[in-house]
């Protein structure tokens, strides 16, 4: 598929030494965090700017060449996993931070920096980029922009979406567009950012990303409360907001993902009575130590109505680092332990505690084990099943029948099955449970006018019979 | 082009009552708040049900009808002029809030609800849906949707998009879909959502709509701050966030604005010293009075750098309402004085100085005054260029001149010509300010995906070149 004559091109445009075809160059970039899935790009390559992205795209458009835009690879949906081949165009040469204003709150950056790099940056100058995925120290902001990340604090700050004011997108023909402008505010022409925005790079490669920022907060105050039921604590979630708080984050933990991560992960063990079956996470900030004290208590007030041990305050800065390390190692912990498949459930949040309960009927139904985990306060639960010891014939005929029931589960619940990981590769099948036809259909005729030659991340999101 | 054959059919759909051709009807559905321009529609229909809806379109698509979806009428942009004549169907019979959901913090209403109704109606609840267009007392929530509003609160709590979770869509052909889920965070396909949002009526009618909502806020202050120096009081806009505040409303109003509101509409006066050229109005909310105060100091500490005369406390509600009486009333104020033309230019919050001594200039150049005020804190400046003793001639020569001047200002300031008010008929000829060919073609496009026969709102948003 890629000739002679293609690589000599993508030469003359990146320079010999960021094409790759060596095998393992190719093996590395054709696998992400999704499971132990791995489709290598026939070619991969590493442009520097917005021009040489440019001219990669127009190259590929020309010769209908699929290309698979590639991030840090830590997506959980395969979203970067070259199916059909091609090229991979590795956006991790575009990794500087252009500008940030400070006049304006503003952040004008380059695809491929490091969420966490990004984040220390504008906090340096007094500011604050609150979206927080639990990849923040290795993802990149453009793979954030890929798949609308969220994380632990947009319960109260938003995801992504919420703080992409402008971008720079290179169009599958090479083309380079502006979705927007510098603004806060909008009402000019239809939303081209908000629709490129969770695109999973199915619509064109974003070279120039223009973020919102807001005033740093400073203080916060952290607790985690173990709940004897798990239901309740899954109740709990929507009973705080109904007490009128809204806190910085809310997680919710099984029991097994706590004790998996203590297990398999250096992180400081709780001594957990054993009754424990669930915890939640809960931050509180603000700018004003007294207000956080007094809506931790209110929270206290609201959790004291649940069956719950001790609640635990985290006092200084190392124990609220204990306590996310601990929430930010579940998944590591699942994945060292098991082979695993994850889903990314998301419902209303007072739907949590049927959503749970469902998820644990369908396991036992169909014999699969799972850890449930997640952003509590967005109504968004990773269930990871985990394989175990169940024979491989069981995993693959009823893990994917059980995962389709936790779909049908959570529409049923005015839910979706992607909160914040994406469609990619590994759930566009059950794409026709949430979606009609017709939706699809339309969602698919943007997708070719974007993309006529089907080159831009093709065999992603739409469903095999569509695609 | 409404043959009998067509009347009788919609009298079948919606019965007798409710389809209209008599000249007063056409007339009054024919004109919104928008200059005083009159496009009345050749018949006008008030469906009752999203089915109803459906199968008007059906019926238009089949006859390649226009229609017009009509809201309440108050658009600043002429959005529901009727410019191909066709069917105004009026959505003031979908006037239900389906569901208050106290659980999940979300409301579900047809789009024909009154903006400040529904916020009433969720208050009693102890929730809160801040978007505030300066028309909420008239408005509808699905006008509020096809143009993305915004107004004096969205400074720190966003605009409507923020708050659209899901919308039930009629598409042109008739077909409904949902956009998406009921849930805080979705990474599940296109965001329809918000390619929907700000969409003005031109790619679907919207007849239902999920919306997030958050607890009440408590409690409120606001100041008045009169400057000597108008470019000052544009200056202090940004100076009072680097100090690390988000008010809740950051209102600008140049001295005229302010002198001829008190002038013709029922405001008290304010006595005010004949050297104040601007003010800015400030809100800060919260849950905690003393922080407040606190906060409102810090803003007097920042405003104290430039030269202000005595600060004004709102004390009491009453003067609240006074105070956003006489911002409220800008804008009635310049229509009964003189033939006007309102722009709503959107620039980054730091550039507005930039912009407003711009704005000026150009009106000097071209013999044109203009009265500024608007949501400062968004950067989003309202233009009413008044034309007073202008002779017609020159109106009609020079305002469109320094109309179009204006908004290239706005374009090399990295801002666009719309922020809340949308494109609709007036300012479709500027698009390609602000947007390439490419981009409107992409636009254009994927208007033709969802209305194939251009029959939703034609006339709308894309300039005559392309329509």
């Known amino acids: 598929m890629i000739t002679v004559d293609i690589k000599n091109k993508l030469v003359e445009v990146v320079g010999e030494q960021y094409v790759f075809t060596d095998q393992e160059t190719l093996n590395d970039y054709g696998k992400d965090h999704t499971e132990d899935l791995v489709f290598p790009p026939s070619i991969v390559v590493k442009p520097a700017s917005t021009q040489q992205v440019s001219a990669i795209m127009k190259l590929a458009f020309e010769h209908a060449i699929p290309v698979v835009p590639i991030g840090a690879r830590t997506g959980l949906s395969g979203g970067i996993l070259a199916v059909h081949k091609g090229i991979g165009l590795s956006l991790e040469r575009l990794n500087q931070i252009i500008k940030i204003d400070e006049q304006n709150l503003q952040v004008i950056t380059q695809p491929g920096v490091i969420t966490e790099v990004l984040q220390n940056a504008v906090a340096e100058k007094g500011l604050f980029y609150p979206v927080d995925p639990s990849s923040k120290g290795s993802c990149f902001i453009g793979g954030n922009i890929a798949e609308n990340s969220g994380g632990a604090r947009a319960v109260k700050y938003g995801v992504t979406k919420d703080y992409v004011l402008n ?3 290179v169009l599958p023909n090479g083309d380079i567009i ?3 402008a510098n603004t806060l505010k909008n009402a000019t022409g239809y939303n081209l950012t908000q629709l490129m925005v969770g695109s999973e790079g199915t619509l064109g490669i974003v070279t120039k990303i223009v973020l919102k920022l807001i005033p740093a907060v400073q203080h916060n105050v952290l607790l985690l409360v173990p ?8 109740v709990a979630v929507s009973a705080i907001f ?3 708080i809204v806190p910085s984050a809310l997680e919710f933990m099984e029991r097994d993902a706590i004790d998996w991560t203590m297990k398999f992960t250096e992180v400081p063990d709780l001594n957990l009575r054993p009754e424990i079956e669930a915890h939640l996470l809960i931050e509180v900030d603000g700018n004003y130590p007294e207000i956080l004290m007094n809506e931790a208590e209110k929270i206290l007030t609201v959790v004291e109505q649940f069956q719950i041990d001790e609640v635990l305050f985290a006092d200084t800065q190392d124990q609220k680092n204990a306590l996310w390390k601990l ?5 590591e912990a699942v994945k060292q332990n098991t082979v695993y498949k994850e889903e990314d459930t998301v419902v209303p949040r007072y739907e ?3 959503l749970l309960i469902g998820i644990k009927a369908i396991g036992e139904k169909n014999g699969f084990k799972s850890i449930c985990y997640g ?4 109504g968004n639960l990773h269930v990871n099943i985990v394989k175990l010891d169940m024979t491989d014939e069981l995993w693959q005929t009823k893990v994917p029948k059980g995962v389709k029931e936790i779909f049908e589960l959570t ?3 005015n839910g979706t099955i992607s909160g914040e990981h994406g469609i990619g590769l590994v759930q566009k099948e059950f794409m026709s449970i949430v979606f009609s036809e017709i939706e699809l259909h339309l969602m698919y005729q943007i997708k070719k006018i974007f993309d006529p030659k089907n080159i831009m991340n093709p065999g992603k999101i739409f469903p095999s019979d569509i695609n």
Do not use: C, I
């Not at 952003?375 to 967005?378: L, M, S």
């Open 167 to 169: 971008l720079e997108v």
């Open 178 to 180: 502006n979705t927007a």
């Open 227 to 234: 709940f004897f039921k798990m239901e309740e604590a899954a």
């Open 242 to 244: 109904r007490a009128g």
């Open 327 to 331: 929430r930010r190692n579940v998944a």
């Open 352 to 354: 949590l505690p049927k």
């Open 375 to 378: 952003h509590a306060g967005d």
């Open 411 to 413: 529409k049923s619940l």
